[in-house]
Nanobody
Framework: QVQLVESGGGLVQAGGSLRLSCAAS????????MGWFRQTPGKEREFVAG????????RYTNSVKGRFTISRDNAKNTVNLQMNSLKLEDTAIYYC????????????????WGQGTQVTVSS
């Protein structure tokens, strides 16, 4: 079991920045992948970014490349999502997720989820 708790959401003006954090506890290992997803009403949950607990591999959805950066702090068991140049369309509930994957960073099929944190970008 892996428990995930997100923090850092809020209200920000377009062009601004926010930093989301995800604290992980429980049975994590170097073969775990941590991901950030987002969801807006009436839409499916969307993969945003992912990172492995070990190594330097990351993966981003095209719409956030160059604006968002995912990172991890192994000592603190946290994964962060730095969001810069925020746009109105980034407004969503953001979820942290975890799954076991020995090689790739998947964009779906994650096993563990946090409760979500609201990010609202205003004009």
């Amino acid at each position: 079991q892996v428990q995930l708790v997100e923090s850092g959401g809020g209200l920000v003006q377009a062009g601004g920045s926010l930093r989301l954090s995800c604290a992980a506890s429980g049975r994590t290992s170097s073969n775990y992948v941590m991901g950030w997803f987002r969801q807006t009403p009436g839409k499916e949950r969307e993969f945003v970014a992912g990172i492995r607990w070990s190594g330097s591999n990351t993966r981003y959805t095209n719409s956030v490349k160059g604006r968002f950066t995912i990172s991890r702090d192994n000592a603190k068991n946290t994964v962060n999502l730095q969001m810069n140049s925020l746009k109105l369309e980034d407004t969503a509930i953001y979820y942290c997720a975890a799954t076991y994957s020995s090689i790739m960073i998947p964009t779906a099929g994650y096993d563990y989820w946090g409760q979500g944190t609201q990010v609202t970008v205003s004009s």
